[in-house]
């Protein structure tokens, strides 16, 4: 089939052409805890190919033409390119023993229909990850790119966290994304419940997560389990006009979690994280 200015589909560039050439160490120096997540984030436009440094430019080239060219007419950021990532990360996970590896995910082992299956909570809902598809317990849709990061989780392992949290800024090869979580999280939070941190306890209740202990010159501390080994910690402090202080939010995460997930994949959590806090106030601001 013909189409996309005339141009051949079958000449796209796939996950799996791009991880082939990468060197299968999984060393992490890219910011990704594995190739194939490296690979994979590449291809749907959410990761530059340079940041992979043992790539052969000779072998990369040709890829790298094509993949600009695919990814500047939409291909692999549309559910089109969602799909192409999702059915390469489907024949990866057949490879897994979804009974050995389940425990060290948190997960509990379940055979649903005579499939083997994986039970985990994400946020506040209970999924089911098969080898075919990704679905919330009893039912409910779940969008592709947050099956491509459940899948990345699966697939990548979860180590056990240490117990010590640190800034984005701590972790290795997080300078670009620093600037990111800034303007994309913590930014727009600070700025949502500034003068507002009444609501937040009852807001952070609402997308499953749970209020600490308030640490020193910390106005808000809570917890919020994103899946069974990742937990992210956000610190509020409230503005106080009189004395000059915009209000402030801190994302904190265990020093060990980028041996839990790539750091694109983390930002993607602390992403959908946001949203669901903002979705939650505005619903709670309009009242009943």
């Known amino acids: 089939m013909v189409r996309d200015g005339g141009k051949n589909t079958g000449g796209r560039v796939t996950p799996a052409q791009l991880y082939m050439i990468t060197p299968k160490t999984n060393c992490g120096e890219c910011g990704y805890a594995s190739c194939l997540a490296f690979a994979t984030q590449a291809v749907v436009g959410q990761a530059r190919l340079d940041l992979c440094p043992y790539l052969d430019e000779e072998k990369l080239s040709p890829i790298r033409l094509k993949l600009e060219d695919q990814l500047s007419r939409g291909i692999g950021v549309k559910r089109e390119g969602f799909q192409k990532a999702l059915d390469y990360l489907k024949e990866e996970i057949k490879k897994w023993s979804f009974r050995e590896i389940a425990s ?34 009893p039912s409910g849709e779940i969008d592709p ?64 997560g749970v209020v600490k202990e308030t640490e020193a010159h ?12 990742l937990t992210i910690r956000i610190l509020w402090w409230d503005e106080e006009p009189e004395e000059g202080f915009e209000a402030k939010t801190k994302f904190l995460f265990d020093s060990r979690v980028l041996d839990i997930l790539d750091i694109e994949s983390l930002l993607f959590a602390c992403e959908q994280l946001t949203e669901r806090l903002l979705d939650a106030l505005k619903k709670r601001s309009k009242g009943p």
């Open 218 to 229: 910390v106005d808000l501390s809570a917890d919020f389990q994103v899946l069974p080994k």
């Open 104 to 137: 060290s995910l948190g997960a509990e082992f379940r055979v649903v229909g005579g499939e083997d299956a994986l039970e985990l909570e994400y946020f506040d809902k209970k999924i089911m990850v098969t080898r075919r598809d990704i679905f919330q317990v």
């Open 145 to 208: 790119w947050e099956k491509i990061f459940i899948y990345n989780y699966v697939i990548g392992g979860a180590a056990e966290p240490s117990g010590e949290w640190v800034g984005m800024e701590s972790l290795p090869n997080s300078v670009s994304k620093i600037k990111s979580l800034r303007a994309h999280c913590e930014e727009p939070l600070a700025e949502a419940f500034a003068g507002k941190m009444d609501l937040l306890p009852e807001v952070v209740k609402e997308v499953g």
